[in-house]
């Protein structure tokens, strides 16, 4: 089994900043892509960013420029820096990982329980 463990979430001012860390665990064979995705109350999860294991990432129109995406392979650790934060960026933030648990087997998306980012003044 995969766990997927996030922290770094919180209560900021708009315009502040917060870094939110996942990191994978488990019967890991290989990670391909990770990311990050939220979820604002009545609407549908949405992807914000997503990085593949050779470092090509991929971001959201409503957070291009304000945040960044980046990986630590070694650590199986995935990283979202948000600066300028805007009250719109409120929502559950959820890690992502596309997993191989061995070389026979497929690949696999896991999940994280998710952190709560509340943008307010």
């Known amino acids: 089994q995969v766990q997927l463990v996030e922290s770094g979430g919180g209560l900021v001012q708009p315009g502040g900043s917060l870094r939110l860390s996942c990191a994978a665990s488990?019967?890991?064979?290989?990670?391909?892509?990770m990311g990050w995705y939220r979820q604002a109350p009545g609407k549908q999860r949405e992807l914000v960013a997503d990085?593949?294991?050779?470092?090509?990432?991929n971001y959201a129109d409503s957070v291009k420029g304000r945040f960044t995406i980046s990986r630590d392979n070694a650590k199986n650790t995935v990283y979202l820096q948000m600066n300028s934060l805007k009250p719109e960026d409120t929502a559950v933030y959820y890690c992502?990982?596309?997993?191989?648990?061995?070389?026979?087997?497929?690949?696999?998306?896991?999940w994280g329980q998710g952190t709560q980012v509340t943008v307010s003044s």
């Open positions: 992502n990982a596309l997993v191989r648990t061995s070389l026979v087997r497929g690949w696999d998306p896991y």
């Open positions: 488990g019967s890991i064979f290989t990670i391909n892509a």
């Open positions: 990085i593949t294991s050779g470092g090509s990432t």
